[in-house]
């Protein structure tokens, strides 16, 4: 009984401990807001930054784990590069050795005087009391998460004060000792720390654990040493989790922090045991405490960062060899390859960098083409890969509108002609309805993924009218981007009318699903997705007349022109109606039988 009971004290403090420890965190990151992601992806340029800024940001929010989660997120979505990500968790490894050193706070004991005040016992109170004040008598947020951070630190303390009273008889045991005494062998101490740590999902846990089992009196350096060495491997579980369903660069971060675990454990192995087989180290069965443990598991986090600095250039090169890009990862690179064309240094030289804007805006241009296809063909073949594939896509073209747009700013304060004025300010419309036509692919490819999870299938005639209006769909887009790289006024000019006809026939088709839903043909949930289809299909449409309006006015704007004085060609009525007429009887889903006037009446209705 007395077994079973130390052992739930335990857990208890282990339990109490790593709430404590969230606790703290999560009030950290609440006060820091979201400075600390904005440090992390804007101030690595160089690798010591990035274990400087590492460690601080992992010091701040206690968690290795949690600063590479976030890095993994940021490389994912491209905001990182890989290299920026190693320099950034070698750092992150030394951080979270500082939560050993607070740890030790909280075996500072005293009878009397200015050491009973240091005592964890009243370090703890006078904490869990500040915290609780600020809970309850503030109501700004940011004290309220500073009386978080204070209340996780009491708790932390109190949970590590339960640990080391649930083991303290634990000193007079031999079994206990002997026990112990086997992890003295490097492989049992190494492993054990790989376990408890992937268990607890926390070093500074398991490290807490090792700094309590250590008032016993019976824990030596030669067994927390090769644990200390597990616990780093250990670590790497969550990280390694958090990485499923990430990019390869983003499982690339997970795995590099692995391996810096890894070779860390490697080098002490066979550096510390090579050189204890010569001279015989006497600290090596020296009895720990908490702060040795503390100081052992910094040093050994700091050497193998210094250790591992020069070989960061190494590392990203291994990391591309062990997760290769495949044919997708590779055109995702080439894809990417279009913003190092937006040159910074050419913004004193408006006509390079006006050129080199265009060229990236059209290569936005044929991923929206390409994506809205992706999309449209999501609805006749549905596949959880090409569905991934669209919303990736749908990633890099918002990066487009953002680093394009970005610099187009940026380039409209230069000193320009009217002409180049003029041009800034239509590629800046251009790019915004480009990104907007990309989300409506986006959500096309939102409503198939709904139509396949709840199995809902159209009828024979409503998916015969949808596959004419994807084609028309199709092909509006085409024309659209076509005469927009080339410059093409003639194809420019057909996209407004063969815009209108697509909302026409967009309206007919709802008509006739509205016919289908009324004889109960189909049911309400399969007409909310078909009409939500058709509405993306309309707005697509509209943002293809903003972007060929880009070229009209480019065409019909004199060179002296203000920007906003600036029209677009326009067709006479009778060449306008011809080509909606051309495109309804292109597209026309209409039998003789239906062709009164009555049934386009209803439509309008």
């Known amino acids: 009984m007395q077994m079973i009971s130390m052992i739930l004290s335990l857990l208890c403090g282990v339990a109490l401990f790593l709430f404590g420890m969230s606790l703290m965190g999560d009030g950290l990151k ?27 940001v992992t010091s701040v929010i206690q968690s290795s784990s949690a600063t590479t989660v976030m890095v993994i997120g940021f490389v994912n979505s491209g905001l990182m590069k890989l290299n920026q990500a190693i320099a950034i968790t070698l750092g992150a490894n030394i951080g979270t050795s500082i939560t050993g050193w607070i740890l030790c706070l909280s075996y500072i004991e005293g009878s009397a005087g200015i050491a009973k005040l240091l005592s964890s016992a009243t370090i703890s109170a006078i904490a869990a009391i500040a915290g609780i004040l600020c809970r309850m008598l503030s109501k ?18 109190v949970g590590m004060q339960m640990m080391s009273a649930a083991v303290s008889p634990l000193k007079d045991s031999a079994v206990f000792t002997r026990t112990i005494t086997m992890f003295a062998n490097p ?29 016993t009196g019976a824990l030596t350096f030669a067994t927390a040493f090769p644990v200390i060495l597990g616990i780093g491997v250990g670590a790497s579980c969550p990280v390694m989790l958090s990485a499923i369903g990430a990019n390869k660069n983003g499982k690339r971060t997970a795995l590099a922090y692995l391996l810096e675990n890894l070779f860390g454990m490697v080098i002490w192995l066979v550096g510390f045991y090579t050189l204890n087989a010569f ?26 960062a210094i250790c591992l600095f020069p070989f960061i250039g190494a590392m990203e090169r291994l990391l591309m060899l062990l997760v290769k890009d495949s044919a997708e990862d590779l055109e995702d690179i080439a894809d990417s390859a279009d913003f190092d064309l937006l040159e910074e240094r050419l913004l004193n030289m408006p006509a390079l960098a006006l050129g080199q804007a265009e060229r990236v805006v059209n290569g936005m241009s044929r991923k929206v083409r390409k994506n809205v296809g992706r999309a449209l063909n999501l609805i006749q073949t549905f596949s959880q890969e090409k569905y991934e594939k669209v919303q990736r896509k749908e990633d890099l073209i918002d990066k487009y509108e953002s680093k394009t747009g970005e610099y187009l700013i940026q380039l ?5 002609d009217s002409k180049q004025t003029r041009r800034v300010t239509m590629l800046l419309r251009a790019v915004g309805d480009l990104e907007r036509i990309g989300d409506y692919a986006s959500n096309i490819a939102r409503v198939t993924h709904q139509i396949n999870d709840e199995n809902i299938t159209f009828s024979t005639d409503a998916q015969r009218d949808l596959n004419v209006a994807i084609q028309a769909e199709r092909d509006l887009v085409n024309d659209t981007m076509k005469s927009f790289q080339e410059n093409d006024l003639q194809t420019a000019m057909c996209v407004k009318p063969r815009s209108a006809g697509l909302s026409y026939l967009c309206e007919i088709l709802k008509a006739r699903h509205i016919g289908r839903l009324s004889r109960g043909e189909c049911n309400l949930t399969q007409g909310t997705a078909y009409t939500e289809l058709l509405n993306s299909f309309e707005r697509i449409a509209s943002h293809c007349v903003a972007v060929s309006g880009v070229v009209r006015r480019e065409h ?45 009446d209803e439509a309008v209705q």
Do not use: C, W
């Open 140 to 157: 700004r947020s940011v004290h309220r998460s500073l009386g978080n951070i204070l209340l996780g630190f009491a708790v932390l303390m």
């Open 279 to 304: 001279l015989k180290f006497p600290f090596v069965n020296m009895t720990v405490n908490p702060v040795l443990i503390a100081l052992v598991n910094s040093a050994v986090r700091i050497v193998t």
């Open 556 to 600: 019909q704007a004199h060179p002296d022109y203000h920007v906003h004085s600036a029209k677009a060609f326009e067709l006479s009525e009778a060449q306008y109606q011809q080509i909606y007429e051309d495109f309804l009887a292109k597209y026309d889903v209409l039998s003789n039988e239906e062709r009164p006037l009555s049934v386009e």
């Open 30 to 56: 609440s006060v820091a807001g979201n400075k600390l992601e904005i440090f992390l992806y804007r101030m690595t340029n160089t690798p010591l930054k990035g274990i400087l800024l590492g460690m601080g």
């Open 412 to 416: 409209s304060k230069q000193r320009m």
């Open 187 to 215: 492989l049992l101490g190494i492993l054990l720390g790989i376990v408890m740590t992937a268990i607890l999902q926390s070093a500074s846990a398991s490290i807490g654990i090792l700094q309590a089992l250590s008032v």
